[in-house]
């Protein structure tokens, strides 16, 4: 089973950025398309992005487009969220998660396909 731990959250200024990392205590990480949720207080959690097992391939939620990146080094089973241009509607508890998914599956982007969590990490932008 795999194990996630995030870090790298805290506060900001609206307009600043901040780097999530997420590390993976089994190997083989390769075998996971991984993923970015971030869930605000009163609201369902939110697909941030996903991205494939050997980081080629990439996808971003509409509300974060353009604005975060997400890549993963998987000699160090490492996942990265990079936050720039932070607004405050981007204040969250973000998390990352791996999906189990078939090998002819790249990407995951619903919270149901994926079976392993981090405990999250806080993230708040102020204005």
């Known amino acids: 089973q795999v194990q996630l731990r995030e870090s790298g959250g805290g506060m900001v200024q609206a307009g600043g950025s901040l780097r999530l990392s997420c590390t993976a205590s089994?190997?083989?990480?390769?075998?996971?398309?991984m993923g970015w949720f971030r869930q605000a207080p009163g609201k369902e959690r939110e697909f941030v992005s996903g991205i494939s097992r050997m980081g080629g391939i990439t996808t971003h939620g509409e509300s974060v487009k353009g604005r975060f990146i997400t890549s993963r080094d998987n000699a160090k089973n490492t996942l990265y969220l990079e936050m720039n241009s932070l607004k405050p509607e981007d204040t969250a508890v973000y998390y990352c998660a791996a999906c189990p998914a078939p090998v002819s599956q790249e990407l995951c982007d619903r919270v149901f396909n994926y079976a392993y969590w981090g405990q999250g990490t806080q993230v708040t932008v102020s204005s």
């Open positions: 089994e190997p083989p990480f390769t075998n996971y398309p």
